[in-house]
């Protein structure tokens, strides 16, 4: 069983940056590790100056793009090593920025989150990974650097973090939240076994007149499709449906009665492509922006969140 470590460099200036990054991707690649660099274009830049020219075995890739949302950046990250595990790499080292750029409050808590669960989720992997903060935005200290990663880099060297907080006692937190509900402007429908589909009709012509286009709207229905049917074989058998809008996302509540509580940290990682069940959470990561697992007393929530367009000018 393979283990990975997961370090944070909060920077202050670009120099201190290189300092820690560049013996980091050093260290590997003496080794003979591949490396993969997923930084903004500047950072890019920066990294690939400060390397002797023609530096092989390192891949360069866009962190806007490749971190657009959670759950599909884990799957990225599996994907990429499992491509080179079949050609015979034995490791993986990573240098990440997902956080490159000020972000809104509401989705640096998710990020925050995804961090956290990249502890779990990876820890089978062999990946030695340093994710980059700019200690300039606001955001970066106290949150997603800090509370995520149990490992500081600082003057080249690592250290204990002792904000770090294990993904179980995290997520726990998290879940301890009530989850907002609009007083007004909500959709609502009650399904059982016999009515999956007429409730996946339901939130097809829900997502329409919330605003969202055919292809979105597509996505939206296959994930909430997904845990409707998570809820009829694991929940009781009925459940109930919560849509509206909330800060520029379409937001689906799926409810079941039953009492078989979901694991929060469930669905980051890609399943084995041999394997035949457990695609149902991970799938709804993939199509959807943001993906909530809320365990309660009752039964469990799983909320849904699709960004919308932007108002027409």
């Not at 909330?246 to 890609?270: A, K, M, T, W």
């Not at 199509?287 to 929530?301: S, Y």
């Amino acid at each position: 069983m393979s283990s990975s470590s997961h370090y944070a460099c909060i920077y202050d200036t670009r120099t201190a940056l290189l300092e820690n990054a560049i013996p980091f991707i050093e260290s590997g690649l003496s080794a003979g590790e591949p490396v993969l660099v997923v930084t903004s274009a500047a950072t890019r830049e920066a990294i690939a100056s400060a390397l002797p020219p023609h530096t092989s075995g390192i891949t360069f890739e866009d962190a806007p793009s490749w971190y657009d949302a959670p759950g599909r950046a884990m799957t990225r990250y599996v994907t990429f090593w499992r491509e080179l595990e079949a050609q015979g790499a034995t490791s993986l080292r990573i240098v990440g920025e997902p956080l490159a750029a000020p972000i809104h409050s509401d989705r640096l808590e998710r990020w925050e989150f995804f961090e956290n669960a990249v502890n779990r989720a990876v820890r089978d992997y062999p990946f030695t990974m340093m994710c980059t903060y700019d200690a300039s935005l606001e955001h970066v200290a106290p949150c997603c650097a800090q509370v995520s990663h149990p490992y500081l880099a600082h003057d080249g060297f690592f250290i204990e973090n002792a904000a770090y907080v294990p993904p179980s006692v995290y997520a726990q937190s998290r879940i301890d939240r009530p989850l907002h509900v609009p007083a007004q402007g909500v959709a609502f429908m009650q399904f059982s076994q016999e009515t999956t589909g007429d409730a996946r009709h339901f939130i097809q012509l829900a997502s329409a007149d919330f605003g969202l286009d055919a292809f979105d709207s597509f996505d939206f229905v296959v994930a909430a499709g997904e845990a409707i049917a998570n809820a009829v074989e694991h929940g009781g058998g009925s459940g109930s449906i919560r849509l509206f809008a909330s800060d520029r996302e379409l937001v689906c509540d799926v409810q079941s009665d039953g009492n078989e509580n979901v694991d929060p940290l469930h669905g980051y990682e890609p399943p084995a492509p041999t394997g035949e069940r457990g695609r149902g959470i991970w799938m709804m990561r993939q199509l959807c922006d943001w993906v909530e697992l809320r365990p309660h007393a009752d039964g469990n929530t799983i909320r849904l969140h699709k960004s919308l367009p932007p108002p027409a000018a």
